[in-house]
């Protein structure tokens, strides 16, 4: 997204007001937003801005906390060979109110982003009425898209539907509306920005908000709210419906699964939206710390590791592939291969192993750096194929067939030993959720959810195993910081101190 680092006059204004300002916190905003109505959005270049804005603040909240909220707390991650890094207090489930890990403020940052592009949009003129459209499209599909991950992390949550423009405390401080209300909003949005889209079309890179991406966020959603929050049977049928619509765009499964995640493949035609990271354009993202740091690397490693970890670059090893999670993987499984490479070292004679690290980011190498700049995937079309098999047979359909399209890729010369055929909707349960770990983990945050959803996150994690009847587990605390800046907020009932 090279346009990102040639941010125009517009989106530089924009970019500084925001990381200045936050909805948690009481700054002096109201001369920032007079220069901000004096300023901006007067012309479509200004819209523009604020579109580039906007995606700059989501990759902020992408570039870590997405990973944490989505995955980290789930069975796939584990300690590496630097110490913690204070991220076993997320697979570990250890988190308090004291120390609850991620803060909910760089997300309400890229709604407010959303918030004033929704506001302003409508009273500028541009040359195509369709752009335009386009445009909104993004700022509703993005509002929706992050209010559905809070809501997943911190259920009920403050509602701002427009910029925060002033200090008085009625805008500022406010109560958490409940689950409900939050959901029948990121539904109206998703409506909104399918409704505006003009066509099925994906933006360059497939790093903007289109149709096709909005629909498997519906899906998403739709799954949800049918399995969590007692839509059923009517909101499974919908995400099964907005699912078929991906189906019919610009999709296929690429032939090589290790080919998605190659950074000169970025927007890839298995891609239906990604988080763009592009040299120059910021820093390592969460990968960094599945790599392995350049002085932990033994001396006696084999000549494929070492044309695999070098140039190591700024890697950490802090959570690396858990054991847990490796050993769910068939030696013949071709995602094995190409999403972690376990690394070994001698000692008295015998390979010991030393740790994993994870392949799906291993960047870019240039000039003799590694830099940590993949994508982070939020949906790809394997991810859709298993949302319908998960739809189909909540349905009581048969979801053979897509959970076999997967399987086919991963398996390759083998794949007749691997063929699914239908079972009990509780085995094809338990089958497609395996399939979902396998293809989908360590990418853009889905694990965590993915076992809630399927409610089995107290029987496959293993740190949460003994704790089953505890289920304010399966949100996060808002943590002490937060609420000492929204008096009006209350923690989430079992995080209380």
Not at 138 to 147: E, G, I, L, P
Not at 169 to 194: G, H, N, T, W
Request: hydrophobic residues 40%; glycine residues 6%; proline residues 3%.
């Amino acid at each position: 997204m090279n346009k990102i680092i040639n941010l125009k006059r517009g989106c530089l204004l924009f970019v500084s007001v925001l990381i200045l300002f936050s909805c948690t916190e009481m700054l002096d905003v109201e001369s920032i937003s007079s220069i901000t109505n004096a300023s901006m959005w007067k012309s479509e270049d200004d819209v523009t801005g604020g579109l580039n804005g906007m995606y700059v603040r989501f990759r902020d909240a992408a570039n870590q906390n997405l990973y944490f909220v989505g995955e980290l707390r789930s069975e796939v991650m584990g300690i590496g060979v630097t110490g913690t890094g204070d991220m076993d207090m997320y697979y570990n489930n250890t988190l308090n109110a004291s120390n609850p890990g991620v803060s909910w403020q760089s997300f309400y940052t890229t709604i407010d982003a959303a918030n004033l592009l929704i506001k302003n949009i409508p009273n500028i003129s541009f040359n195509s009425e369709s752009n335009k459209n386009k445009t909104l499209a993004q700022a509703y599909a993005m509002r929706a898209f992050m209010y559905f991950v809070m809501t997943r992390t911190w259920g009920d949550l403050i509602i701002h539907t427009s910029p925060i423009e002033s200090t008085s405390p009625d805008v500022i401080y406010k109560e958490r509306s409940s689950q409900a209300d939050v959901f029948r909003l990121i539904k109206e949005d998703i409506d909104q920005a399918i409704q505006l889209f003009p066509d099925n079309s994906f933006p360059s890179g497939r790093c903007f908000w289109s149709k096709p991406a909005v629909q498997a966020l519906k899906a998403d959603v739709y799954l949800w709210t049918g399995k969590r929050m007692n839509g059923g049977n009517a909101d499974i049928t919908v995400a099964l419906q907005a699912l078929q619509e991906v189906v019919g765009s610009d999709v296929t499964l690429l032939p090589e699964f290790g080919d998605i995640f190659k950074y000169d493949n970025k927007g890839n035609r298995e891609i239906i939206m990604t988080c763009r990271f592009q040299e120059l354009e910021a820093g390592n993202n969460y990968y960094w710390r599945t790599w392995l740091i350049g002085s932990s690397v033994p001396a006696d490693i084999d000549d494929e590791t070492r044309a695999i970890l070098y140039p190591i670059g700024s890697g950490q090893g802090i959570t690396v592939p858990s054991a847990t999670y490796r050993s769910q993987f068939e030696q013949d499984d071709s995602r094995r291969k190409a999403t972690f490479h376990d690394i070994y070292t001698e000692q008295n004679g015998q390979q010991v192993f030393l740790l994993s690290i994870c392949l799906k980011g291993s960047g870019l190498v240039k000039d003799g750096t590694r830099y940590f700049i993949n994508d982070i995937i939020l949906y790809r079309y394997a991810d859709v194929l298993l949302m319908i098999a998960e739809a189909k047979n909540a349905l009581g359909q048969d979801p053979s067939a897509e959970i076999n399209l997967v399987r086919e890729r991963a398996y390759k010369d083998n794949y007749d030993s691997y063929i699914y055929a239908n079972d009990s909707r509780e085995k094809n349960d338990e089958v497609i959720l395996k399939e979902r770990l396998l293809e989908l983990s360590m990418e853009g945050g889905k694990r965590w959810w993915d076992l809630i959803r399927f409610n089995k996150a107290f029987d496959m994690v293993p740190s949460l195993q003994d704790r089953k009847g505890q289920d304010y587990l399966l949100l996060f605390p808002i943590g002490n910081a937060v609420l000492s800046l929204e008096p009006n907020v209350k923690e989430n009932p079992g995080w209380e101190q």
